[in-house]
């Protein structure tokens, strides 16, 4: 049996019943394509993590709610769709595999700038087939190069949410594209309170007492004011 073959055979641990009610609660229909990802990630996930340290969650249960469930759930408070999504800060590559693995019509950028955690997101979007419309690249937010159309979305959940930090995300952002966050209560308000932008209803993540997806877009003619002490770093 190949490497890819095991990698893709289902484990006891994680069933496809087990996927199905451990995502139920997030409301968002999952494809049987979804559930043989889920299946595959994880197994890589884990191997990968006895020698890089890509998560702290090691638990498969509580992967699959904590990484799986709220990285598709922002789809929906988003409305994610289609287009051209950049997601900084990608480690792991949550929220960004599993929105790819969701949505057929989109392509993302992976931004991560640690060489070993780039080396896994590589082959990730390799097992998982997703080459053609994932690219990985190691670098940081603030030594990307805009991308020459923009991005309709830009997403992160392990970057600390500045206003530079926003900054440098609307650079990226085409007209009316929204950026896509992933933030604890505590923060909520501070970030929300960043000027320069309009921020949609933030939807409490199923099962979380304090975290939340925000998403919000540059109000029209302003401009995020700069940080005097400096960029947001990972």
Same mark, same amino acid.
């Given at each position: ?14 069933? !496809?019943? %087990? ?42 249960? !509580?992967?699959?709610?904590?990484? #799986?469930? &709220?990285? %598709? ?6 409305? %994610? ?12 590559? #949550? ?16 931004? !991560? ?9 590589? &082959? ?6 997703? !080459? ?20 309709? #979305? ?9 206003? &530079? ?46 975290? #939340? ?22």
């Amino acid at each position: 049996m190949s490497r890819k073959d095991e990698l893709a055979k289902p484990t006891s641990v994680m069933t !496809e019943a %087990i996927i199905l009610a451990g995502l139920k609660p997030f409301g968002i229909p999952v494809p049987a394509s979804f559930v043989t990802g889920v299946q595959t990630y994880i197994r890589l996930l884990l191997s990968w993590n006895e020698k890089v340290n890509l998560t702290s969650i090691r638990e498969p249960n !509580e992967i699959l709610t904590r990484h #799986f469930g &709220e990285s %598709i759930f922002g789809t929906v408070v988003a409305d %994610i769709q289609s287009g051209d999504l950049l997601d900084v800060g990608s480690g792991a590559g #949550f929220p960004a595999l599993p929105i790819a693995m969701m949505l057929n019509d989109l392509r993302l950028t992976l931004l !991560e700038p640690n060489s070993k955690k780039a080396a896994f997101l590589h &082959e990730a979007s390799r097992e998982l087939g997703l !080459e053609g419309r994932v690219k990985i690249v190691k670098a940081r937010l603030e030594a990307y190069e805009a991308h020459a159309n923009g991005f309709e #979305f830009v997403s992160s959940r392990a970057v600390r949410v500045t206003r &530079e930090f926003l900054r440098l995300c609307k650079e990226q952002l085409r007209l009316q594209g929204k950026v896509v966050l992933w933030v604890g209560g505590g923060s909520l308000q501070e970030v929300q309170g960043i000027p320069g932008w309009h921020w949609l209803k933030a939807e409490r993540i199923p099962g979380s007492s304090g975290r #939340f997806v925000l998403a919000g877009v540059p109000r029209a003619g302003s401009a995020v004011p700069r940080e005097t002490s400096g960029s947001a770093r990972k």
